[in-house]
């Protein structure tokens, strides 16, 4: 019995580069892939925790900051540790998934549904199913949901209807659901919508069988779907607690994460799947806001309650319909990628599709739609490898990521970037890792001040419920350069940090954002860190090279500039460890750290601004290691993911004021989707552009003869890859052969075989060489 209390980890047999070329070798074998899933041993069986004591907040007026309860979580092995969770008469989480419909599609199904829904959206499970079924007890799926509802079944879904609104739908609608019956109406013109209805006898001119039966089940979704609706408006909304909802299947697999909580909601949105359109809109997963969940759900009444005239565009089946009363309700409809399926086991009963593939590695689980999987493969395998997070071994997270604040003696300020960090919606929680805060008081010139003692009594009494906070005071003035020099010290490469300045305030979105970055570019060498800056300075002193009309946004994708953005800065680890390795060489031997051409040179060699610019040291280094910083600018130009209001200190003298608006919306940043390859743009804001990434695959098969053989391997190559490929084979193959090659895009060596085994590996890696160094 899988636990879905415990974390799982899933892996995928996949591959990804960041390299300019990279060349495949492949040695013929025989091998499977799919899913496959193990639990950790280190899990946690997380129940309620016993609750032995609280924290309460500081008694700041400044900020109000939730308790938090402390319990003990029992491991695997007997021994327990402690937790830290919120009270749950402060913080509880702000999504409801609701699982609709017989419990089908077995445990390791429903571990992807806890794995990449709602572990991920810090979301809670509703279970809304039938009162006919027995299950059992310890049902982990049952165990896991907060909600458990119960519906009831009809041998005619007919009656069901009658509860609604009486059964005057009787005599006005259902003599006309019966004429277009899929069997007793001939050719395109007939109906699959009203499948749950009971049965009647065929026209005999028409139909094939004496009695005419509605298949499917496409009243009884709409049905449940009412019940559900009812449950929500009279249980659920009345709490006042959930902002997004998400209505999905019991079968649904999700093959890699569906991060819905990034989803824009705003402007009465409602979020479906691609793919099983038919039509209409896919109708086994939606994602709504508070706002339009009931509507989202009322399609029965749209059916039943309003005058029914036949139209085919509207009534051959149950998805289009869905987009026909959504649209009648002002639903704004989307749609985002594909990333699950439906599935069965064998034991498992269906209304309609039985399915026939089984998936890989999975003899017991049958894909119900072959078209759905492949689509939702095609999604996850496409996502960048740092996206891809349950199709390959999971990349290794820090157990901890670090804010870094650089102050002094401006505790308003100080104030308000907590403020804005400490955002409920800021959502610290969902990469289980803890946030940790450590502030930097720098000394005075003119030695310690009241405001300064002010601020360092504020920063040390600061509760903060996501991690530790550690205050760390300067025995003597630093400067800014220094400071920001000290500030943060990473020993490994996957370590993560944000540096802000105290002037700064940050989106509630910021956290979400770095961490994306982190994932699709933490480990790439040419980048040095990311920043939240909407920049806008173009540092060329040769205007004829900048390019006209400043920085561009980019279509609002996240990019590559040559310059670094100072507010809001997140370093990679390794970079910015090797980065202040060589400052504190760079500043022992006073190297001049200025580069031709640029505005920042001619800042930097002003004797005023040595000990207070540090950037310029970090553009040098980033120039002479070819280094860039990724940015994303909102599409809303007076928006960004950071302000920076330019308080009076050792850069700005004038009355402080906010550089920009903060963004709330995820849209307004492509809800955090981050291309394998972000255009860059070089010191004058102008495109760099460089050879496209060229993917050879290279194999040898000298010793098979069989055509068979090749047109096996080349059309399973050619279902996932349509890049070069080259392949060694004998020089007496056949002809088939090579026209097999030539039919899949294939080119080809042939080698001689009639030489012994050392001389043949000999030629053949000369033929790897060949091809890795062209």
């Known amino acids: ?287 709504a806001s508070k706002d339009n969940v009931l509507d989202s759900l009322d399609i029965l009444r749209e059916l039943v309650h309003q005058p029914y005239e036949w139209d085919y565009e509207k009534h051959h089946n149950t998805e289009r319909f869905m987009k026909y009363a959504w649209s009648q309700k002002g639903l704004n409809v989307k749609q985002f990628e594909r990333v699950m399926f439906g599935v069965k086991t064998k034991e498992d009963t269906t209304r309609w599709q039985t399915g026939e593939d089984t998936l890989p590695e999975h003899p017991h689980l049958i894909v119900k739609y072959k078209r759905e999987w492949l689509e939702a493969l095609k999604t996850c395998q496409a996502r960048p490898s740092h996206n891809n997070e ?162 561009s946004d980019n279509g609002n994708e996240p990019f590559l500039y040559n310059l670094l953005g100072s507010i809001g800065f997140a370093p990679t680890a390794r970079i910015w460890r090797e980065f202040v390795e060589w400052t504190d060489c760079a500043l022992c031997n006073d190297v001049d750290v200025s580069v031709d051409g640029l505005i920042t040179s001619g800042w930097y060699r002003r004797d005023k601004k040595k000990r207070s610019m540090w950037e310029q040291h970090l553009v040098y280094y980033m120039y002479h290691q070819d280094l860039y910083c990724l940015y994303q600018f909102p599409s809303n130009i007076t928006l960004g993911l950071a302000s920076h209001w330019k308080e009076q200190g050792e850069h700005f003298t004038g009355k402080a004021s906010p550089s920009h608006g903060l963004v709330e919306d995820p849209s307004e940043l492509g809800n955090f989707h981050f291309p394998l390859e972000p255009n860059k743009f070089d010191w004058g804001a102008n495109p760099v552009t460089a050879p496209r990434r060229r993917t050879l695959v290279v194999s040898a098969a000298v010793g098979y003869k069989e055509p068979g053989m090749f047109s096996s391997f080349l059309s399973s190559l050619r279902n996932h890859y349509s890049g070069d490929v080259v392949i060694a084979i004998a020089t007496d193959s056949s002809r088939e052969i090579k026209s097999i090659l030539i039919k899949h895009n294939a080119t080809y060596d042939e080698v001689d075989t009639q030489k012994n085994w050392h001389l043949f590996n000999i030629q053949r890696f000369r033929l790897y060489s060949k091809y890795c160094t062209s």
């Not at 039966?213 to 607690?241: A, C, N, T």
């Not at 289980?432 to 450590?438: D, F, G, H, P, S």
């Not at 001040?449 to 205050?471: F, H, Q």
């Open 1 to 287: 019995m899988v636990d879905f209390r415990k974390p799982v980890t899933w892996l995928w047999l996949a591959a990804a580069t960041s390299l300019s070329s990279f060349v495949v070798v492949l040695y013929w074998t025989t091998t499977t892939s799919g899913i496959s899933g193990r639990n950790s041993d280190d899990s946690l069986s997380f129940g309620p925790p016993q609750v032995y004591s609280e924290t309460s907040s500081s008694n700041n007026e400044e900020i109000n900051l939730p308790r938090l309860r402390i319990g003990v979580a029992r491991k695997e092995d007997g021994t327990t540790m402690q937790t830290k969770k919120w009270s749950t008469d402060v913080q509880q989480n702000k999504s409801l998934v609701v699982v609709l419909g017989e419990l089908r599609g077995g445990e390791e199904t429903w571990q992807t549904l806890c794995t990449n829904v709602l572990d991920i959206n810090l979301a809670d499970l509703a279970v809304f199913t039938t009162d006919s079924a027995s299950y059992p007890e310890d049902n982990p799926l049952l165990a896991r949901a907060k909600y458990v509802w119960k519906h009831a079944e009809y041998e005619d879904w007919a009656d069901a209807i009658d509860t609604v609104n009486g059964t005057h739908w009787r005599s006005t609608h259902l003599p006309k659901f019966h004429d277009y019956n899929v069997y007793s109406y001939p050719g395109r013109n007939r109906s699959i919508l009203f499948g749950g209805i009971g049965g009647h006898p065929c026209d005999p001119l028409t139909a094939s069988v004496p009695y005419c039966k509605h298949h499917g089940s496409g009243i009884i979704v709409f049905m449940l779907r009412y019940w559900l609706m009812k449950r929500i408006q009279d249980e659920i909304l009345p709490l006042d607690q959930y902002d997004t909802f998400v209505i999905t299947r019991p079968d649904n697999m999700f093959l890699c994460r569906h991060r819905f909580t990034d989803l824009s909601l705003q402007n009465n949105t409602v979020w479906v799947p691609t793919g099983q359109e038919y039509g209409g809109y896919c109708d086994r997963h939606l994602v």
């Open 390 to 551: 349950n199709m390959h071994e999971p990349r290794k997270l820090p157990q901890s990521f670090t804010i870094v604040i650089l102050t002094m003696d401006r505790l308003h300020s100080l104030q308000r970037l907590v403020r804005s960090l400490m955002d409920e919606d800021c959502q610290y929680g969902h990469l289980q890792m803890v946030v940790n805060i450590e502030i930097h008081v720098d000394m005075p010139k003119d030695g310690a001040t009241a405001s300064w003692l002010e601020t360092i009594r504020w920063a040390s009494n600061l509760s903060w419920p996501y991690g530790d906070v550690k205050t760390v005071v300067a025995k003597e003035n630093l400067g800014l350069r220094d400071s920001w020099f000290n500030a943060w010290r990473p020993k490994g490469t996957i370590e993560r940090a944000i540096i802000l300045e105290d002037d700064v305030e940050v989106s509630k979105l910021w956290y979400r954002w770095v961490n994306r970055a982190y994932d699709a570019f933490g480990q790439n060498p040419n980048v040095a860190g990311f920043s939240l800056q909407r920049q806008d300075l173009i540092p060329l002193t040769d205007r004829k090279q900048r390019r006209k009309g400043g920085i």
